[in-house]
């Protein structure tokens, strides 16, 4: 995949001003095709999808209005990450079982961000999340609070646990690294899936066989 098909909604006007004047830059035309929808909000979330589904584009980000605090305007199932730089925090879903959701974050950190031995750790400063790939919280209001205090208010919202891609910037800053982190998950699941795709047959040889061949 070169070039990345995107579909891009946004809930206000603000957001569309946002999206247009960001793709004035000519970067950014050469690494993706955009589809701006003319509906906004939801609406505009369900025509994304169903040209998701159809294979139309690659991928969906969400340019949320300014003051929705939501981490996952989209309202998709899985588990919710926020990401900024090398700091990337995803947040238990107390209505899931513990055990399923860890399993899911494990194989997102392999499949989506090339960690094929992911380090989590519950606890974020300053100090420790650069040794951590991943800071799980329970605590979705004060994780938040803390991610963007180290982030400077920028990061970009995404959902694990599912086929699509769907990110969302939190800041006119953030816009380009949230494309930016939709193509990289892409690439790092097309190297996932081809290295998975035909692994090769655990070679057994029976000893007393062989023995008796010699």
Known sequence: MNILRIGITHFDQEGLELINSTFEEILLDEICTRTTYTSVGEEAIDEAL??????????IMVVPA?????????SLEGM???IWGNLRMAFVNEESDFESQMEMLHHAMKRDFDIDIPRITPI??????KAYDVVLVNDREQGLKDFLELSQGNGVAYTTGRELVCTSPFSAESFHESIYLAKDILKARERYDE???NPLPKLFVDKKDDIKKH
């Not at 300014?66 to 989209?74: E, F, H, I, Q």
């Not at 974020?124 to 999340?129: F, K, Q, R, V």
């Open 66 to 74: 300014k003051d929705d605090a939501r981490l996952n305007p989209a």
């Open 50 to 59: 169903n040209d998701w589904d159809e294979g139309n584009t690659d991928a």
């Open 195 to 197: 290295a998975h795709k």
């Open 80 to 82: 919710d990450m926020i």
């Open 124 to 129: 974020l400063d300053a100090e420790n999340y």
